[in-house]
């Protein structure tokens, strides 16, 4: 980094934060989006919204306060006018800006009183000499804390012209450069950093640029050949075979009170070999909500601690954790086996005492948040790894907890579980690491919830189904807008729709959880509901993964034209649980994009979350820039895996190829795309 000017011991260490050390890093940290500061556009065609280049003379600047002291200076260049607000200003600021003086800006424009805006935008006032006008798109990149984008745009323009192409080394082949026609790599990080006045906007604003499908094929590749290489190094430790474990297992099952599924029959005994090897499981299962894959963990853990060992079992949510221990404790005390729930909310002493048990191996089964990562955890013969839900955890979350293993140097069994019914190629590509067993089969007796559509303004005929349903012996969740911006609107949200339904539903008992609720009140409401004390049940996202109370047979979703299709099909998968027939209302705000009609008529047509899944990447046309961070799956610094789902195939056999060939280029590439966080995997 010493090469590049202006870079001393304080810029450097910021950079470290972003992870850049060195001028390849710098040159892999790359733009989230761009600007078009390439052309001046006339006033009189700025639309709201737009982020614009635009050039005019000062016609009047004035202080005036509304509320608070605001600068005006009011433009003009013959096709319109425009004003530009400033809330913090200095007086020789506010003197530069004379009337009759040419200006350039370059800001977000706005509605506002009296025509469109600009708040702070970036000027120059322009002199007797023209102003150069950018040459190529500005790119903006990710947060960049306590460094600013012009900072980085300038090391990153030095960079380019210090790196030649032996230093940044093409690790991918000649002859998958040529068939996917990718630029080099040199050639791409150029156009991705100083993308060319006529680059096409809109196509490297949603990363479908060809220099940007390049480096996405790249980290994909590396992230892949990241979980393989992984994979291969974890199979290779010992881990303690839990073999024998006597009739425990048998007996546990026996002691449910239904009977497992020819499905969850099959994963069990799965698992079981798996768990009687001594090389470390790796095993994902898959299954739609609903499909009962929480008993098929237990048979694990019983397994488990009938070897005199213990079992971890992570949930994403503290209310899912909770369920999880009640369950646990309820399916394993008869056998005497001792379960303990341990989530942020555990203290004090009660937290001692649990540490204390855990640590002397006299609590077999621990059930918990990702509190369980804490140092002060420490087990004392932990032996497998169940983690539910796992696209809530990161993989590297996950190999964390396998470092509490064993003292004995044995590497933990990992189970993960998850109602993400992926398609196969993205599977490959997120779960690389795992062997996958599928649960393809409901409990008998479901019967697929009814999905219908309407428009809020029907939501008074719903109050009175909602009281039919109620007082017949049924329960409802109301599940409350998402809004994304803020949690405090989020709970408000739901606070005020509890209101609204509680005047509405006099004769009913209503209850309200939100993210913002201690955990103990959480739970206190959850109980209430499971037992029947509460008909209705308000509730935000929360709710979405795992809570189950059978008995619940009505779903109302507001604002659902607002959520992806994964989530509202979790959600939904919260009724349907007992032998009532049961019913979903997505709520939806008019009027429906074309593409909002297309989704929720999915949700109608099939209640098969593979289905859902599948249909949910078709129809993310290009240009929806939703994406991984949605579903929660991997995420990574270009690459998404849904939008660029199409280039997983040649992804995996070129994995294949170079495991096998080219081992040095293999190393390059993580090292590069992966790096530190890929400490887990060094052999
Ligand atoms: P998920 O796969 O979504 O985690 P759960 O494990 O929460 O599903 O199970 C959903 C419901 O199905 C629970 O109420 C559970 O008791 C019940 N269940 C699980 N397996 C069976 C089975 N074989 N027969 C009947 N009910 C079952
Ligand atoms: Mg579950």
Redesign the pocket.
Known sequence: MQRLHGVGPHLAARLEKLGIQCVQDLLFFLPLRYEDRTQIVPIGSLRPGQRAVVEGEIQLTEVVYRGRRNLLCRISDGTGGLILRFFHFSRSQQDGLARGKRIRCFGETRPGTGGLQMIHPEYRLLGDTDLAIDDTLTPVYPTTEGLQQGRLRNLTRQALQLVSTGELEEWLPARILDAMKFPGLLEAVTMLHQPPADTDFQAIQEGRHPAQRRMAFEELLAQHLSLRRLRRKIRSEPAAALVDPGAAVADFIASLS????TA?QRVVVELLDDLAKEKPMMRLVQ?D???????VAAVATVCAAACGRQSAVMAPTELLAEQHAENFRQWLEPLGLETALLTGATKGKTRQQMLEKIADGQVRIVVGTHALFQESVVFDHLALIVVDEQHRFGVHQRLALREKGGGDGRCPHQLI?T?TPIPRTLAMTAYADLDVSV?DEL??GRRPVTTVAMPESRRHELVSSIRDACLSGHQAYWVCPLIEESDVLHYEAAEKTADMLAEALPELSLGLVHGRMKSKDKHRVMQAFKEGEINLLVATTVIEV?V?V?NASLMIIENAERMGLAQLHQLR?RVG?GSEQSSCLLLYKPPLTDLAKKRLAVLRETNDGFKVAQADLDLRGPGELLGTRQTGLMQMRIADLIRDADLLPEVHKTATFMMKERPDAVDGLIRRWVGEADRFGKV
């Open positions: 239904y009977v497992l599924t969850q299954g909500v609903g499909s009962g894959k929480t008993v579980m109602a649960i409990p008998p795992g189950d059978p998968g649980r």
